[in-house]
T-cell receptor, first 112, second 113 residues
Framework: GQQLNQSPQSMFIQEGEDVSMNCTSS?????WLWYKQDPGEGPVLLIA?????ELTSNGRLTAQFGITRKDSFLNISASIPSDVGIYFC????????????FGQGTTLQVKP | KAGVTQTPRYLIKTRGQQVTLSCSPI?????VSWYQQTPGQGLQFLFE???????NKGNFPGRFSGRQFSNSRSEMNVSTLELGDSALYLC????????????FGQGTRLTVV
């Protein structure tokens, strides 16, 4: 079945540093979504991407939908302690249903 | 605008019992999907409902079932609970069936003992 490979698995960075994470797949996706999840809570939608090549920002977050439609990346600039959490990429599969395929998650820790 | 509401937040059940979880989507959203999250398997798709019809189903046994009501609220049911069913169950709502953002509730933490 469809799978997303998300990397890195975890990151431990200093406050103020920039962060980059990405997702790749052997399958084509029509939509890419990036979520952040805090412990014990549901994922919160950060950015949605709908077109190949699309670059979208949300504050300090920037995400891109890869040209091949098989990858996406998320950048966080000037990280702050509240950026701590698990970041997930999710692809909406090309069969045009609402089924999301999730990456394994990137755990981000920020040292003040 | 209220978000996705899941009840209950926490649940402890015994093996062999059954459980029903509830999800109220964002007002105006007609698609509701359910996911199981565990440390080992991550987020796994259970099923999706749109206009009271199941449109898609993941690879879970028949013990997992769901339904959607005319007001778009959804329930999922797990019968004959097993220890491995312990997980965070998440509901996501979308305005349409496909191609739009999915917004998640806080989840129901189910513990099977």
């Amino acid at each position: 079945g469809q799978q997303l490979n998300q990397s890195p698995q975890s990151m431990f960075i200093q406050e103020g540093e920039d962060v980059s994470m990405n997702c790749t797949s052997s399958s084509i996706f029509n939509t890419w979504l990036w979520y952040k999840q805090d412990p014990g809570e549901g994922p919160v939608l950060l950015i949605a991407l709908y077109k190949a090549g699309e670059l979208t920002s949300n504050g300090r977050l920037t995400a891109q939908f890869g040209i091949t439609r098989k990858d996406s990346f998320l950048n966080i600039s000037a990280s702050i302690p509240s950026d701590v959490g698990i970041y997930f990429c999710a692809g909406l599969d090309s069969s045009n249903t609402g089924k999301l395929i999730f990456g394994q998650g990137t755990t981000l820790q920020v040292k003040p | 605008k209220a978000g996705v509401t899941q009840t209950p937040r926490y649940l402890i059940k015994t093996r062999g019992q059954q459980v029903t979880l509830s999800c109220s989507p964002i007002s105006g959203h007609r698609s509701v999907s359910w996911y199981q999250q565990t440390p080992g398997q991550g987020l796994q798709f259970l099923f999706e409902y749109f206009s009271e019809t199941q449109r898609n189903k993941g690879n879970f046994p028949g013990r997992f079932s769901g339904r959607q009501f005319s007001n778009s609220r959804s329930e999922m049911n797990v019968s004959t609970l097993e220890l491995g069913d312990s997980a965070l169950y998440l509901c996501a709502s979308s305005r349409y069936l496909a191609g739009t953002e999915a917004f998640f509730g806080q989840g129901t933490r189910l513990t099977v003992v």
